[in-house]
């Protein structure tokens, strides 16, 4: 049997991030399968149908994310509350995608092993620890926020530490970007940017945890 969008056999590696159909957002390790593309060009390059699949692929990750708000949003009581619950929905979410995958497909081999984590707007790709480090940081700070709330001492988030923390999530996202042309170009990943996502998640941390 033949995967339809990713041209996958039975018994083979999808060579693709995302596929959905075949293994559920499984991908290659760069140095596994040093022939294979690190990219969707292929699959943009393909017929309409395999086109068709990589648009619905968008959709769902932004139904997932609505859906991730929408649960927030049934069990907070304001803004804060509402911010924390998406934070910890987010987290465990993620970490629990991926324990699933390596349940269930053996996926991925390391915690250094790359993923593409998002289409929207441009592929964002890394290895799978620095999600599950976002992950965890959004789990504890959601956690926080919601015990000051339970407490009665609901947490006094000011201005700067709204923008400090923006800015933060901005430099996390730009390390995971900074190789989206590469990507979409055919290339295989280059060495990942650990300065910029260290500065990012230390930049939000000092912002929240003040």
């Not at 140095?31 to 068709?52: D, S, Y």
């Not at 927030?72 to 924390?84: E, F, I, M, P, Y």
Request: hydrophobic share 55%; charged share 10%.
């Amino acid at each position: 049997m033949k995967c339809c969008w990713c041209g996958t056999t039975a018994g083979q590696t999808p060579p693709y991030t995302d596929c959905w159909i075949c293994g559920g957002a499984l991908l290659v390790d760069k140095v596994a399968t040093e022939p294979q593309k690190f990219t969707l060009e292929q699959v943009r390059t393909a017929g309409p149908e395999q086109r068709k699949t990589l648009f619905v692929e968008i959709g769902r990750e932004a139904a997932t994310m609505l859906m991730l708000a929408a649960i927030a949003l049934a069990v907070a009581g304001n803004a804060r509350q509402w911010t924390a619950a998406f934070a910890i929905a987010f987290g465990v979410w993620d970490i629990v995608f991926y324990a699933g995958l390596k349940l269930l497909l053996a996926w991925p081999g390391s915690f250094f092993t790359w993923d593409i984590l998002f289409l929207i707007p441009v592929p964002w790709v890394g290895p799978v620890i620095a999600p599950v480090l976002v992950s965890i940081a959004m789990i504890t700070a959601g956690m926080w926020c919601l015990w000051h709330e339970a407490s009665g001492r609901p947490l006094r988030i000011g201005l700067w530490n709204i923008i400090g923390v923006l800015l933060g999530a901005l430099v996390i996202v730009l390390s995971f970007t900074l190789d989206y042309r590469n990507i979409v170009a055919g290339g295989m990943p280059h060495p990942f940017h650990w300065g910029v996502f260290g500065l990012g998640m230390g930049i939000g941390a000092a912002s929240y945890y003040r």
